[in-house]
């Protein structure tokens, strides 16, 4: 019996793929950036106004990518729903994702964050979806626990004081969110584009944080903002925010979700690097153990088969 090969992909076909995964690498890099990124303009600007600054603008630029790709049409029906998720997944979690950044650091926000957010999802689906974990699935978030516990402990003993502590605690706040939002939008995104959903949710997230951000807003002292102020917010709305969801949402359309959501394993790894590039942030030895576990136990979690 002759052995059996993979039908070779059409060229145009094979160029297209290999761009897909370009496309998700620059998405890995740009999620990961956003950390650093986002640490660094708190300090000019107070947290709720550097939040309600990146997704203002960021609401803004995935609304004129709908009007280019003229897809600009507004939802039917699904406003109430479209509120809740903006509420969650864009003016809490940031509200809490810049506080986080404002006390503790980036490096200890890239781990947190993108680990614990599926970890707590597939928890939640349990318990208030009822849907089955499998034993690898209940292995992974009781890895994934232990990972995050070693993390904070490790973080609570090395610190002088404990505002590195409470920052990661916001971090473990904005995962949270996220794994609301996540669970929320499943039923959205059954009647809506993905990435329509994420825009319109973007906007209206915005206007939470400006609310929000209303008081600081107005003691701000807007003509000591630098330039480089304005150029890191208008790169986190360009390239974190809008290309970044736009290349996911591509991934996802052209090689399915199971392997566009592999290259999410790389965003922690990527953080890490402009986090010591940006800060010098590092880990310390225990948060080396913690980390781990952490992307053990989204592993485990995220694993596919019987």
């Not at 957010?117 to 994934?144: F, N």
């Not at 319109?200 to 944080?209: D, F």
Request: proline share 5%; aromatic share 12%.
């Amino acid at each position: 019996m002759e052995p059996m090969h993979a039908t070779p992909l059409p060229a145009a076909e094979a160029r297209k793929q290999t761009a897909t995964y370009v496309l998700l690498l620059g998405t890995v890099l740009f999620w990961g950036s956003a950390f650093a990124a986002s640490k660094a303009v708190i300090g000019p600007a107070p947290p709720s106004v550097a939040a309600f600054i990146r997704f203002a603008l960021g609401a803004l630029v995935m609304l004129a990518l709908l009007g280019v790709k003229r897809e600009f049409v507004l939802p039917r029906g699904n406003w109430g729903r479209l509120t809740v998720l903006g509420l969650m997944g864009v003016t809490f979690y940031n509200l809490l994702f810049f506080l986080g950044l404002a006390s503790s650091r980036a490096s200890d926000g890239t781990m947190i964050i993108p680990t614990m957010s599926p970890t707590v999802t597939a928890l939640l689906a349990a318990l208030v979806l009822k849907e089955p974990l499998r034993k690898w699935q209940v292995a992974g978030v009781l890895v994934a626990l232990c990972g995050s516990a070693v993390f904070l402990t490790a973080v609570g003993i090395s610190e002088s004081d404990t505002a590195r502590l409470a920052g990661d605690l916001c971090f473990l706040g904005s995962a949270i969110c996220w794994s609301v939002y996540t669970l929320m939008g499943r039923g959205v995104l059954q009647s809506l584009n993905p990435f329509h959903a994420t825009a319109y949710a973007m906007l209206i997230g915005a206007v939470g944080l400006g609310v929000i951000a209303a008081p600081e807003l107005v003691r701000v002292q807007w003509s000591e903002l630098s330039f480089s102020f304005w150029a890191i917010q208008l790169y986190m709305a360009v390239f974190p925010t809008a290309l970044a969801n736009w290349f996911y949402y591509l991934g996802v359309q052209r090689i399915g979700p199971t392997r566009t959501a592999v290259f999410m394993y790389l965003v922690p790894v990527s953080g890490l690097f402009w986090a010591w590039l940006v800060f010098g942030d590092w880990l310390g030895p225990w948060q080396a153990v913690g980390s781990v576990l952490l992307l053990a136990g989204v592993w485990l979690v995220n694993r596919r088969g019987r």
